[in-house]
């Protein structure tokens, strides 16, 4: 009930959909609204948010710098077990939004509110993400989702309701793309981007540059895993956030990680997403090249199926479910000897392997080698291949006897 709520925490990003509902909220619940905003990376957009909060009505605005806990504690989980969406999708939003809930139900909770509220519309994943995080972690919190509530049925209300009210928004009606900005991506979505026959426009990358734009000289970089995380680029030890920040800078000159997708989101129609992932594209592909010199057959190809669950988990918002974490121990397990050095040229949009090298390699020269060698005879792949092929000759005189 409306008049149960007295204090609402709101997940708030100063974009338009957050923006407007501070005025929705005190004028239909007559609530104190207390925002909170996660420091995720998004660099300059964050400048003006506390100001604009409050100023939008907000009782008390929390800036949240979450970089540190966002790369340890979900970005590196989920590169290390090469978890990707459909084929494309880095999970840059996916992952982003159960460390959002997780600060709205500790702040909730610090503030003694009833509920709390989000900016997810009744179409997409973020809605299931943001509530599936706060049932597991304060099932007792009330959850308010304004776009499951109001008369608003566009982005153009929207802004005009801004407008209405006095609230200016980043959006407009000439560029009324959405647009999610963290330390791992930047996604857009609408627009023209709806018709999935139109090629995006140039105008609409704002982190990576077209690679008609990169430069004519290549470049390469070396990135050192330990254990399956990222500890150090060319050389230099440094902090996850800037690692990533620095392989962002380097990745977007080169249009590197541009990922154009129709994806099928969770609540059951397809959308059509453009992905801007430079460094996240660099680290996925050095991972995996690492991988495939540490990792033996059955172990890498038993992985490859955990990916795909674990990247569905990711997106539907089963972060702190018992599967995703049991799944999680799994990678940690395989990780063990994913330790060493990779690599990598990248020009015109293109990464390509220029070497990988680890203390844990089972890669043996020796016994691939086609000069001589003293550690392998081929006379033993006869009989290999005889105990291998049996079931195929017993079938084949089978079906000889039998006339089939």
């Known amino acids: 009930m409306k008049k149960d709520v007295k204090k609402v925490v709101l997940a708030y990003s100063g974009g338009l959909d957050t923006s407007v509902i501070i005025p929705w909220l005190k004028e239909n ?11 995720l990376g998004q660099g300059e957009e964050l400048a003006p948010v506390y100001a604009k909060a409050l100023q939008s009505g907000a009782d008390k605005c929390y800036i949240e710098d979450l ?21 494309k999708y880095l999970l840059g939003t ?27 519309t009744g179409k997409g994943n973020d809605q299931v993400r943001f509530e599936l995080t706060v049932k597991a972690l304060a099932p007792a919190l ?21 407008e ?12 009324p793309y959405s647009m999610d900005r963290n330390l791992w991506h930047l996604s857009h ?10 090629e995006p426009l140039d105008d609409l990358y704002l982190i990576v540059n077209t690679p008609d734009k990169a430069p004519d000289q290549a470049e390469y970089v070396t990135i050192d895993f330990t254990a399956g995380v990222p500890s150090a680029l060319n050389g230099q030890k440094t902090n996850g956030p800037a690692l990533v920040e620095r392989l962002n800078a ?3 000159k080169h249009g590197i990680g541009v990922a154009d997708l129709v994806e099928n989101r969770l609540v059951g129609m397809k959308s059509r997403g453009v992905y801007e992932t430079p460094g996240g594209a660099i680290l996925y592909y050095a991972h995996n090249e690492l991988e495939t010199l540490t990792l033996d057959r059955a172990t890498m190809q038993y992985k490859q199926l955990v990916a795909i669950k674990y990247a569905e988990l990711v997106y539907d918002g089963m972060w702190y479910a018992p599967l995703r974490e049991a799944l999680a121990a ?8 994913v330790t060493g050095s990779v690599k990598l040229k990248l020009y015109k949009g293109g990464i390509k392997s220029a070497g990988v090298k680890s203390p844990y390699s089972l890669y043996h020269e020796g016994f691939v080698t086609f000069g001589r060698d003293e550690v392998y005879n081929q006379a033993d792949a006869e009989g290999f291949i005889n105990l291998y092929g049996l079931p195929l000759k017993v079938r084949a005189l089978l079906k000889k006897e039998r006339g089939i």
Not at 189 to 198: H, Q, R, S
Not at 330 to 337: L, R
Request: hydrophobic letters at 40%; one cysteine or more; charged letters at 35%.
């Open 29 to 39: 619940y007559r609530c104190q609204v207390i925002t909170m905003c996660a420091d």
């Open 67 to 87: 970089k540190n806990e966002f790369v340890e504690d979900f970005i590196w989980p989920v590169l290390k077990a090469g978890a990707v969406y459909e084929k």
């Open 94 to 120: 996916s992952f982003a939004r159960p460390l959002i809930a997780k600060k709205l139900v500790e702040i909730a909770e610090k503030e003694g509110a009833d509920a709390v509220a989000h900016g997810a």
């Open 142 to 162: 009330k959850i308010i989702a304004p776009w499951r509530e109001w008369d608003i049925r566009s982005r153009e209300d929207a802004i005009d309701y801004a």
């Open 164 to 175: 209405k009210h006095g609230i200016a928004v980043p959006v407009t009606k000439k560029r």
């Open 189 to 198: 979505e609408g627009a023209d981007l709806e018709d999935p026959a139109n």
């Open 250 to 252: 380097i990745g977007a």
């Open 330 to 337: 799994f990678v940690d397990e395989t990780q063990k000897t």
